[in-house]
């Protein structure tokens, strides 16, 4: 099966620093990574999607300078939460989609940030 | 514009008890439909997938699901619910075109009484 790996998954930071989550395809190429934000008790809201080697494209209201995704290989895409604030608190996760698959995405464990 | 609409934030069911989540699409093209569970503090879990061939789908732990398009309906059953069944589940549909972007439902929590 397809897997893909979220790290860290839960990462505790002060106001005002920065945090990076990795998400990584371990058996398989991705063409396309999603970054993903669920609120407590809520659905998931696409952030932003990345394909490799290219900008990421930010879903409207999404701050693109707060949330910077790097997609620099075909297996690992990151995101990093700039200048964390607690409003950024959340669980973040990721998934990927598969060269010649049929619509599915895998997706990763998550990763809940927690920012004092 | 696509859209996916889950009837029921909330469901509890009677362990044994037959399983009904409801989720109803909106989407002017083919549509790639999926239902995915996701357990206290983790990822989503596919459970099943409707990509336009067979209208009944069947998943992994029993769950089975049924694309009606008269009824822009693909809702999630299992005849027999399981305490281990309890968790949140979600809808989502993307275009068959192949963009990978997910829709997803506002989510269903299943309680499963003992």
């Known amino acids: 099966g397809a897997v893909v790996s979220q790290h860290p998954s839960r990462v505790i930071c002060k106001s005002g620093t920065s945090v990076k989550i990795e998400c990584r395809s371990l058996?398989?190429?991705?063409?396309?990574m999603f970054w993903y934000r669920q609120f407590p008790k809520k659905s998931l809201m696409l952030m932003a999607t990345s394909n490799e080697g290219s900008k990421a494209t930010y879903e409207q209201g999404v701050e693109k300078d707060k949330f910077l995704i790097n997609h620099a290989s075909l297996t690992l895409s990151t995101l990093t939460v700039t200048s964390a604030h607690p409003e950024d608190s959340s669980f973040y996760i990721c998934?990927?989609?598969?060269?010649?698959?049929?619509?599915?995405?895998?997706f990763g464990e998550g990763s809940r940030l927690t920012v004092l | 514009a696509q859209s996916v609409t889950q009837l029921g934030s909330h469901v509890s069911v009677s362990e044994g008890a037959l399983v009904l989540l409801r989720c109803n699409y909106s989407s002017s093209v083919p549509p790639y439909l999926f239902w995915y569970v996701q357990y206290p503090n983790q990822g989503l879990q596919l459970l099943l997938k409707?990509?336009?061939?067979?209208?009944l789908v069947k998943g992994i732990n029993g769950f089975e699901a049924e694309f009606k398009k008269s009824e822009t309906s693909f809702h999630l059953t299992k005849p027999s619910a399981h305490m281990s069944d309890a968790a949140e589940y979600f809808c989502a549909v993307s275009e068959a075109s192949g963009t990978y972007k997910y829709i997803f439902g506002t989510g269903t929590r299943l309680k499963v009484l003992a």
């Open positions: 058996d398989f190429q991705a063409t396309t």
């Open positions: 409707y990509t336009s061939a067979a209208t």
């Open positions: 998934s990927a989609s598969r060269a010649g698959g049929t619509g599915e995405l895998f």
